[in-house]
């Protein structure tokens, strides 16, 4: 290919991107660095009713958001940056994304975001120099039926960990996975809202439980200074027949209703007197 058809296809694909640009509700920036091409195919699939993902070179996204309404973007563009077109909403899209993630090997140079554990049971390897790769990582073992078995769970690595090439080969041969791979998004643009993958990636248990929390404040506060709602007039009711109990009880104030209450509290008085005098 030579430099003027080089020149005319960025050119298209900055075109191709401006004409995104200028339909989508949502565009979201993505950074591709680590995610292997096997995993990238598996979720493109998966998303692309959603979503359309564009791969292109850096210079080309920022020519393509020059001028526009997404240029406020240019600034967060990462080493590998790749952009997302939706009309989905920017909270409702990482909500997705983060479910379409893959688990995946270890490599060398990965940090671990989960501790990992070679569980107890048989193994398909036979007794030889396995033996002693499991010894390197102080995992016991013994020979079953002619197999090597973990005697039980031992954790060979923590999360925070760095992979070493000795621990991605051990965990490959295992067949464990302990990495989670996807796109990475990590801004998204709605209108003039720029919004950070902190402020989208929200824990729905945590906030939800947040949110009854501060409901049951709320009502506890309105029962006690007495604001009548439909859900609290029930229990405000409850609190001043209570309060009024109380204050009949003290004040000694004779009804029906009270009559056992007064019955009781004088004869605690009078044996409380009884005990004092000795009488």
């Known amino acids: 290919m030579n430099s003027t058809m080089v020149q005319q296809w960025k050119k298209d694909k900055v075109e191709e991107i401006k004409q995104h640009l200028q339909s989508a509700s949502v565009v979201a920036l993505v950074d591709m660095k680590g995610l292997p091409a096997k995993q990238l195919q598996g979720i493109k699939q998966e998303i692309s009713s959603i979503v ?17 309404r997404y240029e406020s973007l240019r600034e967060k563009l990462g080493d590998m940056p790749a952009l997302m077109f939706t009309k989905t909403n920017p909270f409702k899209l990482y909500k997705t994304l983060k479910k379409s993630r893959v688990t ?14 070679i569980p107890e049971g048989p193994t398909d390897f036979t007794p030889g120099p396995m033996i002693g790769e499991f010894g390197k990582f102080k995992v016991k073992t013994r020979v ?41 998004m990590t801004h998204a643009m709605e209108g003039t809202t720029v919004y950070d993958k902190t402020v989208l990636d929200i824990d729905e248990e945590s906030y939800l439980q947040n ?12 029962v006690e200074a007495g604001i009548l709602t439909k859900e609290t007039i029930e229990f405000v009711i409850v609190k001043a027949v209570q309060n009024a109990r109380g ?23 009078a044996l409380a007197l009884k005990n004092e005098t000795g009488v």
């Open 52 to 68: 359309n993902l564009k791969m292109t070179k850096k210079s080309a996204i920022l020519r393509a958001l020059q001028g526009s």
């Open 104 to 117: 995946a090997f270890a490599k060398a140079g990965d940090t671990l975001p989960v501790d990992v554990t």
């Open 144 to 184: 079953e039926g002619g197999k090597i078995a973990v005697i039980k769970d031992t954790v060979v690595a923590k999360a925070g960990d760095a992979v070493t090439a000795e621990l991605a080969s051990f965990l490959k041969k295992m067949g464990v996975k302990p990495m989670k791979v996807g796109l990475n």
């Open 211 to 222: 949110v009854m929390l501060a409901a049951q404040h709320a009502q506890n506060l309105a």
């Open 247 to 269: 204050l009949a009880l003290e004040a000694s104030i004779l009804s029906k209703d009270m009559i056992d209450e007064h019955i009781a509290k004088a004869q605690n008085q």
